[in-house]
């Protein structure tokens, strides 16, 4: 396992969680970094992606206003910052990476992949 995504729990309707993406023993401090979520019996899908500057972001519909991608280069992590969490939020998220120059937002475009935290809300 290449990247380890933390963070995940139970969480009521309306809180919020931070979860972390490191990558220990391997940089990708240069590589495009992205969130995505797999629900039960649905496919994985798209949350936010970041440049590798940290210059450029963007987000899925579902969650633009309620969630942030940032990264910390120097501790070769990327974070999202997830608020007023509501319970169709409820899935395993997954960290990736992808040496790109520019942001890419399809799981087939990532190379390399955590192994998933769980995030369940209740309502």
């Known amino acids: 396992v290449q990247l380890q995504a933390y963070g995940g729990g139970l969480v009521q309707a309306g809180g919020s969680l931070r979860l972390s993406c490191a990558a220990p023993?391997?940089?990708?401090?240069?590589?495009?970094k992205g969130w995505f979520r797999q629900a039960p019996g649905k496919e994985r899908e798209f949350v936010a992606a970041?440049?590798?500057?940290?210059?450029?972001?963007t987000y899925a519909d579902s969650v633009k206003g309620r969630f942030t991608i940032s990264r910390d280069n120097a501790k070769n992590t990327v974070y999202l910052q997830m608020n007023s969490l509501k319970p169709e939020d409820t899935a395993v998220y997954y960290c990736?990476?992808?040496?790109?120059?520019?942001?890419?937002?399809?799981?087939?475009?990532?190379?390399?992949w955590g192994q998933g935290t769980l995030v369940t809300v209740s309502s």
């Open positions: 990736a990476a992808v040496n790109n120059r520019g942001v890419v937002t399809t799981t087939r475009q990532y190379d390399y």
């Open positions: 970041i440049s590798w500057t940290g210059s450029y972001t």
């Open positions: 023993g391997r940089t990708f401090s240069s590589y495009v």
